[in-house]
């Protein structure tokens, strides 16, 4: 079947606009989550999803940043008012459950971002 | 605090050499589950294998072997007899039972094996 998928791949911005990047999730996972990876930092956890519980998030770095996750499928981060630190790729992920055996995380291609 | 090691930064290996990648996790939580991930130069981390803390056995798959100390809180990676298309960055993370679906992920080993 069809794995995580992520778009755009890539997207160029200027400072100060505001981004949107999409996630589709492998079909039937519950569990949805995003992480960011940048030269400086590695890979970050930001945000997670688990079915209609409340999102984890604890590894959003300002409040500039925020997701959603629609009919618990399809997720959105956004990015509001871009810095220039803000430029990495942006992975999504999905497991089946977030909290038993079935926590393996698939993830997608990713989005570079680019914080001109 | 929860934190994985992953000292190499960068190898470089011949091809058909075996090559081991080192991981050093720290929790005090006694429930956690390892995890590996290889990203080649595509970029899409692809999922290797999962640990849980319970389970100590080393396992095989092919060319691709683990070692799961707890003693040593370390979950090493060995490749052997190694090829050009095992270049990528490998990176271990750590998950802790109680703490949700986050992965804590080591800073990377970027292997590179030249033919």
């Known amino acids: 079947g069809a794995g995580v998928s992520q778009s755009p791949s890539n997207k160029v911005t200027e400072k100060g606009k505001d981004v949107e990047l999409r996630c589709d999730p492998i079909?039937?996972?519950?569990?949805l989550y995003w992480y960011r990876q940048s030269l400086g930092q590695g890979l970050e956890f930001l945000i997670y999803?688990?079915?209609?519980?409340?999102?984890?998030k604890s590894g959003l770095p300002s409040d500039r940043f925020s997701a959603e996750r629609t009919g618990g499928s399809v997720s959105t981060l956004t990015i509001q008012r871009t810095q220039q630190e803000d430029s990495a790729v942006y992975l999504c992920?999905?497991?089946?459950?977030?909290?038993?055996?079935?926590?393996?995380?698939?993830f997608g291609p990713g989005t570079r971002l680019t914080v001109l | 605090a929860q934190k994985v090691t992953q000292a190499q930064t960068e190898i470089s290996v011949v091809e058909k050499e075996d090559v081991t990648l080192d991981c050093v996790y720290e929790?005090?939580?006694?429930?956690?589950?390892l995890f590996w991930y290889k990203q080649p130069p595509s970029g899409e981390l692809v999922f290797l294998i999962r640990?849980?803390?319970?389970?100590?056995q080393n396992e095989i798959s092919g060319r691709y072997s683990w070692n799961f100390q707890k003693s040593t809180s370390s979950f090493n990676f060995t490749i052997t007899a190694s090829q050009v298309v095992d270049s990528a960055v490998y990176f271990c993370?750590?998950?802790?039972?109680?703490?949700?679906?986050?992965?804590?992920f080591g800073q990377g080993t970027e292997l590179s094996v030249k033919p």
């Open positions: 993370a750590l998950r802790i039972y109680n703490q949700g679906g986050k992965l804590i």
């Open positions: 929790t005090r939580d006694t429930t956690y589950y």
């Open positions: 992920a999905s497991s089946l459950t977030a909290t038993t055996a079935a926590d393996t995380q698939y």
């Open positions: 999803f688990q079915g209609n519980s409340a999102p984890d």
């Open positions: 640990r849980n803390s319970f389970d100590e």
């Open positions: 079909s039937g996972h519950t569990a």
